[in-house]
C-alpha cells in the first residue's frame, strides 16, 4: 500500500468524523455571527446531551434489559390505570414501571443465566458516576491549561490574524463564516485590552455601593425564595401522606412549579442589574450574574434534598425528581419566550431605548448546570430519567438556536470565552457534580434502603450488597486479590483521604 494511499484514507476518515460531528454547521453558524461567548453555550449544550446519552446506554444495558428480560410486565395493581396525568407528575402508572428504584428487584434469573440486579445497580451508578467525575475534571484541566497556562495575552491577536486562516476553504459560504468568525475573534482579543480604563475615588466608591446594593438584594431574594420552597414542601409532605387520589397527585405539581417559576422570574430580574452595575469587563458581568444563580438555585436543591424521605422514599424521590425535570423544560422554553421574544417586542415596539436584547449566556448556562445536576442526582432514583434529559436538550437545542437568531443581537460588549468556558466547567464539577455525587454517596452508605420495595429491601444500607458479595468471594481462592483490595483500600480511610487531596 503507498504512502499517497495512506493519506488519502486518513483524509477520508478524518473527512467522516468531520460529517459525523453533531451540529457542526449550526456551531459555524452561531460563532461566526454571535462570537465565542455565545457559542461557548452551545458547546456546553451538546457536551451535556452525549453525557445524557452514555448515561442512557449504561443504565439501559446493564440495569434495565435485564430487569425486562426477568419480569418484563410491570406489576401494577388493578385499579390503577394510565390517566395522562402520568406525564406531569411522573406518579400513578409511572411508580410501578422500571423509570423508578421502586420497579426492581433483588431476584434475578432467567433460565439457566444468573444476573445479580444488586451488584448491577450499585456498580452501574458507582462508575457512571466515576466517569463522569473524571471527565469534567479532565475537561476542566484541559480548558485551564489552555486558557489560562499556556495562552498568550501579548501575541495572540497576530497570531490569529497571520496563522489561523484555512487555505482548504474554497465554498463561497464557508469563506464568509471563516472571516466572520476571524473578525469577531480578533474583536474580542482588542476588546479585552482595552477594558482597563482607570476609575477615580469617587467613581469607585459609586461602584462599589451599587455592586454592594445589588449583591444584597440579590442575596435576600435567594433567602426568600428558600424559605417559601421549605414551607411548601413541607405542606407536600402533608399532602403525601394522605389517601392517594387524582386530586392528590396533581397538588404535588405545586412545588416543581413554584420552583421553575422561581428559576425562571428571579434570574431574570438579576440580568436587570447589568443595566446599573458598571463592571469593567463583560466576562466579570457574566461571573456575578452566575455566582448569584448559584446561590439561587443550589439552596433551592438543599432545601428539596432535605425533605425527599418516605415509604418507599426512593420512588417518591425519584417522582419529585421527574417533576422538576418536566418543568424545569416547560419553564425553559417559556424562559426564551419571556427572556428573549418578548424583550424583543418590548424593544423594539414600546420601549426603543431598550433596543433588541442580547443573549445571556450566564442565566442559559446556569440553567444547563441545574438540569444535569437534577439529573445526576436522579440517576440512582430513577435509572431512566437520562431519556428525558435527551428529549430536552434535543429540543432545547434548536429551541434555542431559533430564538437566538430571531430575537437576539450579537453582543456589543465582546470579551473572549476561553476563560468563561472553564468557570462553566468548573461549576458543572462543583457544586453541581460534587453536590450530586454526595447526595447518591450519602444515600448508599448511610440511609436504610426501602423495606418494602427495590432492589436493596431487606439491607442495612444499599454498600452493604458488596459487603455480602465480598463474604461470598472470600470462599472463592481465585478472587483473594479481589478481597484484599476490598478489605485494604475501599475500606482504608487513607484512600479517600488521597481521592479528596487529588480531585481538590
Known amino acids: 500500500m503507498s504512502l499517497q494511499s495512506l493519506r488519502r484514507g486518513a483524509s477520508g476518515v478524518a473527512a467522516a468524523r468531520q460529517a459525523l460531528d453533531l451540529w457542526q454547521g449550526t456551531m459555524k453558524e452561531v460563532g461566526g455571527s454571535f462570537g465565542s461567548s455565545v457559542l461557548s453555550y452551545f458547546l456546553f449544550l451538546k457536551s451535556l446531551l452525549l453525557l445524557n446519552v452514555f448515561s442512557f446506554v449504561i443504565n439501559f444495558s446493564f440495569i434495565t434489559v435485564p430487569m425486562l428480560a426477568y419480569d418484563h410486565v410491570p406489576h401494577v395493581p388493578p385499579n390503577v390505570t394510565f390517566r395522562g396525568l402520568e406525564l406531569l407528575t411522573g406518579a400513578g402508572y409511572f411508580r410501578y414501571t422500571v423509570l423508578y428504584y421502586g420497579a426492581y428487584r433483588a431476584d434475578s434469573s432467567t433460565g439457566l443465566v444468573h444476573y445479580n440486579i444488586q451488584l448491577a445497580y450499585f456498580f452501574t451508578i458507582a462508575a457512571y458516576m466515576v466517569l463522569c467525575g473524571a471527565a469534567v475534571l479532565y475537561s476542566m484541566a484541559s480548558s485551564f491549561k489552555m486558557n489560562y497556562v499556556l495562552s498568550d495575552p501579548v501575541g495572540g491577536g497576530s497570531w490569529q490574524l497571520l496563522c489561523t486562516w484555512d487555505f482548504s476553504v474554497t465554498n463561497e459560504k464557508a469563506v464568509r463564516q471563516r472571516k466572520n468568525n476571524l473578525r469577531i475573534q480578533l474583536k474580542e482579543s482588542m476588546s479585552e485590552r482595552s477594558q482597563g480604563t482607570s476609575l477615580t475615588p469617587a467613581e469607585k466608591m459609586r461602584h462599589f455601593g451599587i455592586h454592594l446594593g445589588a449583591w444584597f438584594i440579590s442575596t435576600s431574594m435567594a433567602v426568600g425564595c428558600g424559605n417559601a420552597i421549605y414551607y411548601l414542601s413541607q405542606y407536600e409532605q402533608q399532602v403525601i401522606r394522605l389517601d392517594w387520589s387524582p386530586a392528590r397527585e396533581a397538588e404535588t405539581l405545586l412545588v416543581p412549579f413554584v420552583v421553575s417559576l422561581i428559576n425562571l422570574v428571579v434570574p431574570l430580574f ?224 487513607i484512600f479517600y483521604f488521597l481521592v479528596t487531596i487529588i480531585i481538590l
Open 270 to 493: 438579576y440580568s436587570l442589574f447589568n443595566k446599573f452595575e458598571l463592571y469593567s469587563s463583560q466576562r466579570r458581568q457574566i461571573y456575578a450574574l452566575i455566582i448569584r444563580n448559584v446561590i439561587l438555585k443550589m439552596s433551592i436543591l438543599g432545601i428539596l434534598c432535605y425533605f425527599w424521605v418516605n415509604e418507599c422514599w426512593e420512588s417518591m424521590v425519584g417522582q419529585a425528581l421527574y417533576r422538576l425535570v418536566v418543568f424545569d423544560f416547560f419553564f425553559m422554553m417559556l424562559g426564551s419566550f419571556f427572556g428573549e421574544f418578548l424583550s424583543k417586542v418590548i424593544g423594539t415596539r414600546w420601549i426603543p431605548g431598550l433596543g433588541v436584547p442580547e443573549f445571556d449566556v450566564a442565566r442559559n448556562v446556569l440553567d444547563l448546570i441545574y438540569a444535569q445536576t437534577l439529573a445526576w442526582i436522579g440517576i440512582y432514583f430513577s435509572p431512566l430519567l437520562p431519556v428525558l434529559q435527551i428529549f430536552k436538550f434535543l429540543v432545547l437545542f434548536y429551541l434555542k438556536k431559533v430564538s437566538l437568531i430571531q430575537n437576539c443581537q450579537p453582543p456589543r460588549r465582546v470579551g473572549r470565552a476561553a476563560q468563561m468556558k472553564t468557570i462553566f466547567i468548573a461549576l458543572l464539577f462543583f457544586p453541581s457534580f460534587v453536590g450530586s455525587l454526595s447526595l447518591v454517596a450519602y444515600t448508599s452508605w448511610s440511609l436504610t434502603p426501602s423495606r418494602f420495595c427495590g432492589p436493596f429491601k431487606g439491607l442495612d444500607s444499599t454498600f452493604s450488597v458488596v459487603v455480602v458479595w465480598m463474604n461470598s468471594l472470600e470462599k472463592v481462592p481465585a478472587a483473594a486479590w479481589a478481597v484484599w483490595v476490598y478489605a485494604n483500600v475501599v475500606r482504608s480511610e
